[in-house]
């Protein structure tokens, strides 16, 4: 948990044309794997049949009630109970986002359908949590009354109040990155769930209305928020960064003339960022606003596009130390942003740099920083150096993913891990009784929270893996969300296809829980009248393209339902 944290039409679809390269050294895709498998540590509600992370059950199924509204589900953000609505928007967008644009590589990998329910688990809530148009719930629960308990979430004995922004108390920064959630998680569903892409897509339009019209600092009307998840940067960057999302989910133009109206006052093309997170968005608007220049979608807009852009190169070349304020390193080459949860601006920026990397290549373009011409490459070989450090490459030798490699922390800063699973010993654990009994126990945690990335090290690489050690040994839900993309790209590699066209997500292989062996393809049927004598079903088996041109291979099956033989 923080606390005051700073500053298809039918568009070619290029599909993978080569064997994918993977970078050597880690096994990305494990790490892939282990970081999406986190997320169902962080579930709460009523757990799935298909739960792969069993040693946690149900928990806070009256969610919502006392205010009569359903709010169970969604995420737990951290290592407490308490589900803040600013932080887990956010982190939906990034899983999306990553699902946006290394969707093919997960697919590869077969961990596209675990990526896309741990999104819709999220907007599943979301939806729940927006009941009214002008109408979000916010918080649940209250960080004063949850710290001072340690308790696992299914025994948890907490106030479970349930916070709001409306007209008479808004929220344009809540309302704004809700907004953009939605818009983000819309694109991934369009192709595999259309109906539920749509519905998205319509709560991320209200989303917007609300938070443009009624402007107001969201932590001012949930003021229990302020201690953990104070809205520093303001509501301008949200604002600019739904509306750059609802233009890519809908290709309205009213969007795009939002971003160029918009840009100089609100700050978009002025403030020029060294950091990027679930409070200061500035830098992902400006990434984005750089695609749509590269793309040739900024019409009238150019000149303020451009100035954008000039901020977003800004900041990938402080990034790689080539700017003229480049951002802190550690001896060991890490991003150093802060004491407290660190890891989450190295696995942010290294996203928007390895995304941008690709843009650039696309474009056949390249970076211009104060110390020159930068190639794409090296944006790509810098997100590479801040994963490779985060799985282990680094003076202590530890990864600081839970449960990928041999060294890891053992004491993570974490309800649910550190107390043993309540199908193990269902004996109810009182609210200090957890400090006393389990908060301050010098051993490994009962449960190990696999794909969790903790906090982190200090500015000179150091790290102390002891429970109570919260700034550098508790995970958050937004450590991980961005950190799925880059794993996919370094993972998959990149099959050669244009970056800046148009996205399909490729609907995903039924998920089977390992080590179960992989079900046989869904098909489906063609429409067909419920009384024709043979029923057709067919699936796209494969599809390659060929001078310019897409090609697709079907198989088909054919049931006799009458009673003559063919």
């Not at 688990?121 to 009941?131: Q, R, V």
């Not at 928020?225 to 520093?232: C, E, I, L």
């Not at 066209?501 to 429409?527: G, S």
């Not at 079903?537 to 099956?557: A, H, L, P």
Request: with cysteine.
């Amino acid at each position: 948990m923080e606390k005051l944290m700073r500053l298809i039409s039918m568009a070619p679809l290029l599909l993978l044309l080569r064997l994918p390269f993977a970078f050597a050294g880690h096994d990305y895709n494990q790490a892939l794997s282990k970081s999406i498998l986190f997320f169902e540590a962080q579930r709460s509600g009523y757990l799935p049949h298909n739960q792969r992370v069993t040693w946690r059950a149900n928990s806070g199924l009256s969610d919502g009630k006392a205010s009569g509204v359903d709010l169970v589900g969604g995420y737990y953000d951290a290592g407490d109970n308490v589900k803040f609505g600013l932080p887990m928007a956010f982190t939906i967008t990034m899983m999306s986002w990553s699902i946006i644009e290394y969707g093919q590589q997960m697919a590869a990998n077969g961990e596209l359908g675990h990526a896309l329910e741990a999104v819709k688990w999220g907007s599943d809530y979301i939806i729940k949590a927006h009941p009214e148009p002008y109408v979000l719930y916010g918080e649940v629960g209250d960080g004063n009354s949850d710290h001072y308990c340690w308790q696992r979430p299914e025994d948890m004995t907490t106030d479970r109040h349930a916070y709001k922004i409306d007209p008479s108390n808004p929220g344009s920064d809540l309302a704004g990155e809700t907004a953009a959630a939605m818009a983000a998680a819309s694109i991934v569903f369009r192709r595999s769930n259309p109906a539920y892409s749509s519905e998205l897509l319509r709560h991320a339009y209200q989303l917007f209305e609300f938070a443009d019209k009624y402007r107001g600092k969201y932590d001012s009307s949930i003021t229990v928020a302020q201690k953990y998840y104070r809205s520093v940067s303001g509501y301008n960057d949200e604002l600019l960064w739904a509306a750059a999302w609802l233009y890519q989910a809908s290709n309205n133009q009213y969007y795009l003339n939002y971003l160029g109206k918009n840009g100089d006052s609100m700050g978009g093309t002025g403030w020029a960022m060294t950091e990027f997170g679930w409070d200061v968005k500035y830098a992902g608007v400006q990434t984005l606003v750089a695609k749509f220049l590269m793309q040739g979608k900024a019409g009238l807009h150019a000149p303020v596009f451009e100035r954008y852009s000039q901020k977003a190169e800004y900041f990938m070349c402080s990034l790689i130390g080539k700017g003229s304020r480049n951002i802190q390193k550690t001896p060991g080459g890490l991003i150093f942003r802060q004491r407290w949860n660190n890891m989450q601006f190295v696995t942010s920026a290294s996203f928007l740099a390895t995304v941008y990397s690709d843009y650039l290549t696309s474009s056949k373009g390249s970076l211009k920083c104060s110390a020159g011409n930068v190639a794409p490459s090296e944006l790509l070989s810098f997100a590479k150096s801040q994963v490779d450090y985060l799985l282990g490459d680094n003076p202590r030798a530890t990864s600081y993913m839970v449960g990928y490699g041999n060294n890891y922390p053992r004491q993570v800063h974490h309800r649910g891990s550190s107390i043993v699973s309540i199908k193990v010993d269902p004996k109810f654990v009182a609210c200090r009784q957890g400090y006393a009994a389990w908060y301050t126990r010098k051993a490994s945690d009962p449960n190990v929270l696999t794909g969790a990335v903790v906090g982190g090290p200090d500015a000179y690489d150091n790290f102390a893996d002891e429970r109570d050690n919260y700034e550098q040994t508790e995970p958050a839900t937004y450590n991980n969300a961005p950190l799925l993309g880059i794993l996919a790209r370094l993972g998959g590699g990149h099959g050669g296809y244009n970056q800046l066209l148009p996205v399909v997500v490729p609907a995903p292989n039924p998920v089977v829980a390992k080590p179960k062996p992989a079900p046989k393809p869904k098909f489906t049927p063609t429409p067909a009248s419920s009384s024709s004598p043979i029923a057709i079903e067919q699936k796209m088996t494969t599809s390659w393209n060929d001078k310019g041109k897409t090609y697709y291979r079907y198989s088909t099956v054919v049931t006799n339902k009458s009673f003559k033989t063919l």
